[in-house]
C-alpha cells in the first residue's frame, strides 16, 4: 500500500530556513512526482510546486521563487522541501503529495507536518 | 495562472439532502489532445490531509461513495453530494492540473443543518 510519511512538528524563529521531509513507500518513486502543498491557519491549500521524482526537475510557484528548494534522494525514495528566509506568513501545515507523472492527480497525500514561525 | 472560484463559500445542507457545488476556471482546463478535463475535487477535515474525490471531472476515485459525482467540462464544473452523510462535514476544493501552477478554488464548508 501506499505511503507518504512526513517529519515532524517543527518551530523555527524569523529568518531561519525549514527543511521537511517525505518518505514515499508502495510504489515506483520515478513514476510518480511529489508536490507540496500548504495551508495557513484559516486559509485554504496552496500549490507551493513539485519534483520530478526521476529527472529531479522542479517547477515553483512564483510565490516561493528564490526561497524554496524541492529535492529528492531517489535511494531512500524520499522527497524534500526547504524554505528560507522564514516569516510568521510561513506558518502552516505542510504536505507533500504524489501525482503519476505526467500530469496526473495528486491521489495520496502525507500526513502535513506543522511549521510554526515565531519569535 | 488559471483562477478557480467556488461557489457558493459555504453550504448548510441537512441530513439526506442534496449539496452543490460550482466551480468556475478562468481558463479551460480540457486537453484537446486526449480530451480531459484536468479537474479535481478534494475533501478536506481538518487534522487530516486532503482526500481525492474525483479527477479528471469526472471520475471517481478508488472507494469513494457514489453519492459523489462530478460533472462539466471546459470552464465550468460541479460536484454533487445526492445525500449528505454526517461524515460528509467539511471544506471541498476543486483543483485544476492543466497546468502549473496547479491552483486550487477558495473552498467551500459544508455544514450539516
Known amino acids: 500500500q501506499v505511503h507518504l510519511v512526513q517529519s515532524g512538528v517543527e518551530v523555527k524563529k524569523p529568518g531561519a530556513s525549514v527543511k521537511v521531509s517525505c518518505k514515499a513507500s508502495?510504489?515506483?518513486?520515478?513514476?510518480?512526482?511529489i508536490h507540496w502543498v500548504r495551508q495557513a491557519p484559516g486559509q485554504g491549500l496552496e500549490w507551493m510546486g513539485r519534483?520530478?521524482?526521476?529527472?529531479?526537475?522542479?517547477i515553483y510557484t512564483q510565490n516561493f521563487q528564490g526561497r524554496v528548494s524541492m529535492t529528492r534522494d531517489t535511494s531512500i525514495t524520499t522527497a524534500y522541501m526547504e524554505l528560507t528566509s522564514l516569516t510568521s506568513d510561513d506558518t502552516a501545515v505542510y504536505f507533500c503529495?504524489?501525482?503519476?507523472?505526467?500530469?496526473?492527480?495528486?491521489?495520496?497525500w502525507g500526513q502535513g507536518t506543522l511549521v510554526t514561525v515565531s519569535s | 495562472d488559471i483562477v478557480m472560484t467556488q461557489s457558493p463559500d459555504s453550504l448548510s445542507v441537512s441530513l439526506g439532502e442534496r449539496a452543490t457545488i460550482n466551480c468556475k476556471s478562468s481558463q479551460s482546463v480540457l486537453y484537446s489532445y486526449n480530451n480531459k478535463d484536468y479537474l479535481a475535487w478534494f475533501q478536506h477535515k481538518p487534522g487530516q490531509p486532503p482526500k481525492l474525490l474525483i479527477y479528471w471531472a469526472s471520475t471517481r476515485e478508488s472507494g469513494v461513495p457514489d453519492r459523489f459525482s462530478g460533472v462539466g467540462s471546459g470552464t465550468d464544473f460541479t460536484l454533487t453530494i445526492s445525500s449528505l452523510q454526517a461524515e460528509d462535514a467539511a471544506v471541498y476544493y476543486c483543483q485544476q492540473y492543466r497546468s502549473a501552477p496547479r491552483t486550487f478554488g477558495q473552498g467551500t464548508k459544508v455544514e450539516i443543518k
Open positions: 503529495s504524489r501525482g503519476e507523472s505526467p500530469g496526473g492527480a495528486n491521489d495520496y
Open positions: 519534483i520530478d521524482s526521476k529527472s529531479g526537475g522542479t
Open positions: 508502495g510504489y515506483t518513486f520515478s513514476d510518480y512526482f
